[in-house]
């Protein structure tokens, strides 16, 4: 039963591109959460999704994030012309339910922007 | 929000030591997992333990919820346990019981 597939596991993007970051769940999981690591910080709450909806994006930066979890296929996090302050630690988990089942992380997709 | 706090910060032991990491929170909540995050950064689930013990290995994990803090303990440490234990709450409450509040971790460093 393989867990939560992120990938890439880095990427390197120059300023002004946009960085596409992936997540597949773990199989039967509907619901999907994105998380980022700053430098010297823990985990922050960006976005929940369910299959097609956007449940919550109260974490996420107002320009230039979107994330979308399709009927078919990964949850993708963009972010359109990058900045170095986007470099950080972006991570995405999956739960069965709201939370009562617990969340599987998967490893993680390191953001460099030179 | 709720406040999660972890300690100590840093702990730095000799192979074969064992080590308890405490994580207090302020709020109730339905939710406590904890993590590792090992030096190439990956996060790796430990335990969802929201009250109870669990054991896995030489590792386990005690919460109380009753009194807001949860232990976690290695025996025979290893090398391979280095690297950062971060402590996760869910609160509960009305309408977003699915945010995950993490602690600031602790660093742990196990030496040969």
């Known amino acids: 039963n393989a867990g939560v597939m992120q990938n890439p596991r880095h990427l390197v993007r120059r300023r002004g591109q946009e960085a596409r970051l992936r997540c597949s769940p773990v199989?039967?999981?509907?619901?999907v959460y994105w998380y980022r690591q700053l430098p010297e910080e823990g985990l922050k709450f960006m976005v929940y999704?369910?299959?097609?909806?956007?449940?919550?994006e109260s974490g996420m930066p107002k320009e230039r994030f979107s994330a979308e979890f399709p009927k078919e296929g990964p949850s993708i996090l963009r972010i359109q012309q990058v900045v170095r302050g986007d470099s950080a630690a972006y991570f995405c988990?999956?739960?069965?339910?709201?939370?009562?089942?617990?969340?599987?992380f998967g490893s993680g997709t390191r953001l460099t922007v030179v | 929000g709720i406040q999660v706090e972890q300690s100590p910060p840093d702990l730095i032991l000799q192979e074969g030591a064992n080590s308890t990491l405490r994580c207090n929170f302020s709020?109730?909540?339905?939710?406590l997992q904890w993590f590792h995050q090992n030096p190439w950064g990956q996060l790796i689930n430990l335990f969802y333990?929201?009250?109870g013990t669990k054991q896995n290995g030489r590792l386990s994990a005690t919460t109380v919820a009753t009194e807001r803090y949860s232990l976690l303990y290695i025996s025979s440490s290893q090398t391979t346990d280095s690297g950062v234990y971060f402590c996760?709450?869910?609160?509960?409450?009305?309408?977003?019981?699915?945010?995950?509040?993490f602690g600031k971790g602790t660093l742990l460093t196990v030496n040969p």
């Open positions: 988990a999956s739960s069965k339910g709201q939370g009562k089942y617990g969340y599987t």
């Open positions: 199989k039967g999981h509907s619901h």
């Open positions: 999704l369910q299959k097609e909806n956007i449940i919550d």
């Open positions: 709020d109730s909540v339905n939710n």
């Open positions: 333990i929201p009250s």
């Open positions: 996760a709450v869910e609160r509960i409450s009305g309408g977003s019981n699915y945010k995950l509040t």
